[in-house]
């Protein structure tokens, strides 16, 4: 799995934990999942936020991937935990 437009489906409304750890993602990109409350993308390629924020995760879990910056992540309002060791960090404004 390269992305994450399979998850835009009204079909899995009701989805409250989404574990896509070990695949190949490159870009988190915006996802339709209202009941997501916890997402893991660990150990993927993803090297940047394209996402505009997500209104109900509270736990997102994004380490080994080849992140720099976390730009996005500020608005997610319900955000509780944010799990990013072992990445490219070099900015972490928008936290």
Same mark, same amino acid.
């Given at each position: 799995?390269? +992305?994450?437009?399979?998850? +835009?489906? %009204?079909?899995?409304?009701?989805?409250?934990?989404? +574990?896509?750890?070990?695949?190949? $993602?490159?870009?988190?990109?915006?996802?339709?999942?209202?009941?997501?409350?916890?997402? /893991?993308?660990?150990?993927?390629?993803?090297?940047? $936020?394209?996402?505009? =924020?997500?209104?109900?995760?509270?736990?997102? %879990?994004?380490?080994?991937?080849?992140?720099?910056?976390?730009? =996005? $992540?500020?608005?997610?309002?319900?955000?509780?935990?944010?799990?990013?060791?072992? /990445?490219?960090?070099?900015? $972490?404004? =928008?936290?």
């Amino acid at each position: 799995m390269q +992305n994450l437009d399979t998850f +835009n489906n %009204e079909k899995l409304e009701y989805l409250q934990f989404l +574990n896509l750890s070990s695949n190949k $993602i490159k870009v988190l990109s915006s996802i339709v999942l209202p009941s997501l409350k916890r997402l /893991n993308l660990s150990e993927n390629e993803i090297a940047e $936020i394209t996402w505009k =924020g997500h209104n109900y995760i509270e736990i997102l %879990e994004l380490r080994k991937n080849k992140l720099r910056k976390l730009k =996005g $992540i500020q608005k997610m309002k319900n955000l509780k935990q944010l799990y990013v060791c072992e /990445n490219e960090l070099t900015d $972490i404004r =928008g936290l």
